[in-house]
């Protein structure tokens, strides 16, 4: 069998050090160019294929960015199957973005609710070494965390964060991507339009709620509070929620929910009262994971740029772990809203 090459062959054939192969590999400073020719000459002459450990031989580096996501709700949404992709397209994004600059994403779970999420966080940074970290909800606006990290001097990104805050804080408007969706409705003609809130663990609960709000104040139109709903991104909570909006004495027309699942619950409770979506009840979501796409009707939704927004996370990271001078400390990505079936004017 033909035995594997490794940098140590890289190194005897060209006659250097191991660390300069490593630091001529990952572009490394004080190489002079002749050394870095023979090096590179080396590496196709042997078919060289550089490894983790030996990339990092030649600094500091360690070439993975590790995302961290709440245990709890990622196991929910695995093991219940409802077609939920958000953790899909984070690691899409990032992954993509890690592979044209050499790096590697790494995924692991905290359990946000520990009372010893630190231990958590800075067992697998211990164990794994990364260059920098990219916070999911809630863990993005957890002060505990990113304390920590501060302390750690780890570069981080904080997903889905509009507070003011250390790291990168990378979003996408939320609360004019919710006042966006309920002027979609007031364009339609709807007048009295409900909105289920989402978890007060997320700091995107109450900043969409914002939004819904504003839309509301920008046109000069009241606002009865009876048709704010408690959600808590659950389908349950959603059929709670749609169920009190619904026996109002003046119900709406229209409901904005804070994620796909509450909306498909807005849609079942609406079915099972015999009302038509859109034409008794319009409804809007925010996510547009994949589900949404193939109910009936179609939902109407905003379109979070999940892997867009990691994508961004990454390349901040990527760039900040180069040294890369005047980065910026937090980037918007544009979301979208995708108009189908599940809105409309309602009944005269």
């Known amino acids: 069998m033909r035995r594997a090459v490794t940098i140590k062959h890289v190194a005897a054939e060209a006659g250097v050090s191991l660390q300069t192969v490593s630091r001529v590999i990952n572009k490394g400073p004080n190489v002079r160019p002749a050394v870095i020719e023979r090096v590179e000459a080396a590496v196709a002459k042997l078919g060289y294929v550089p490894s983790l450990a030996a990339r990092r ?34 690691l899409m994004g990032g992954m993509l973005r890690c592979a044209e600059s ?110 819904w709000r504003r839309a509301h104040e920008d046109r000069g139109l009241p606002l009865d509070p009876a048709l704010e709903g408690d959600g808590d991104f659950t389908f349950e ?51 547009d994971t994949p589900v949404v796409r193939f109910s009936r009707p179609p939902m109407t939704a905003v379109v979070q740029p999940i892997a867009e927004m990691t994508r961004a996370a990454a390349d901040l990271l990527i760039r900040a772990t180069a040294n890369v001078d005047h980065l910026p400390t937090s980037v918007v990505v544009p979301f979208g809203l995708a108009v189908r079936g599940s809105s409309a004017p309602p009944r005269s």
């Open 57 to 90: 031989m030649g600094g500091n580096r360690s070439f993975l960015l590790m995302a961290l996501n709440d245990r709890d709700r990622t196991i929910e949404a695995w093991t219940s199957g409802q077609g939920a992709d958000w953790v899909d397209q984070m």
């Open 237 to 287: 909570s959603g059929e709670r929620a749609t169920a009190t909006l619904l026996a109002l004495a003046e119900p709406p027309t229209a409901i904005l929910a804070s994620n796909d699942q509450m909306a498909l619950a807005a849609q079942t409770v609406a079915a099972a009262r015999g009302l038509q979506v859109p034409h008794d009840l319009s409804i809007v979501s925010f996510d």
């Open 102 to 211: 050499g790096y590697h994403m790494i995924f692991e779970l905290i359990d946000t609710h520990s009372a010893h999420v630190e231990r958590e966080v800075q067992a697998a940074i211990s164990a794994l070494r990364p260059d920098g970290l990219i916070l999911t909800p809630p863990h993005s606006d957890n002060p505990q965390i990113t304390g920590l990290l501060v302390r750690l001097g780890l570069p981080f990104a904080r997903l889905c964060s509009e507070t003011p805050g250390d790291g990168f804080a990378i979003s996408m408007n939320e609360a004019l991507a919710a006042q966006v969706a309920v002027e979609h409705l007031l364009d339609l003609g709807h007048r009295r339009i409900g909105f289920i809130t989402g978890s007060d663990e997320y700091a995107v609960s109450a900043v969409r709620r914002e939004g």
